[in-house]
């Protein structure tokens, strides 16, 4: 699993860029989706959040009279979420940003963020970005038990796609990374039901 290799004694931590914009974390679609142009991406994790499915989807997997439920950042202080982090082309940062922006405007903002990940010389540490979904934006859900969450996202469907594939696709992908993250895991397993 890729957690032990990232265990603080086994490595040696050091900073790889001092650019805010070069570097963006993706938790969801963007690790099975990322649809932007990147010189470089690596499995990656963010201390102190996990991933929940607690923001309403209106506008890609779900629509507003049927909204689904994608994920977003939890603060959890003993946690980590894993994901992929894309190096972006300095001079492409912006623009890749800007259409992100329109791409994930359904409450999410960017925020700035310290990622892990692993390189030749051990885990390195960078200033990126991620999109986040804080309480209280328009489109928040919440938590909710995960028999709900699942009804729900079994429910819904977008321009992207069903809700269902959306979790289900993001599942795989964790899994092809070696990552086990419980709550994604619990939701694939109550859609099977
Ligand atoms: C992601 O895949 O990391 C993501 C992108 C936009 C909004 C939320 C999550």
Redo the contacts with the bound molecule.
Sequence with gaps: MLRKSFHPAAVQSRVVTPTDACWI???????FRPAIPFVERRPARVRGWTRRFW?WSTDHRGQPWRPGR???LAPAPDDCCW?IAYRLEEGEAESVLAG?DV??CGG?VRMGIEIEMNGEAGAERAAGL????WPGNRNYAGPAPIDEIASQVAAATGPSGTNADYVRDLDAALNTLGVADTHVAALVAKLGE
Excluded: H, M, N, P
């Design positions: 974390f993706g938790y969801g679609s963007l690790i923001q994608v994920v977003t994901g992100l791409r994930e999410y991620t999109y986040q979904a």
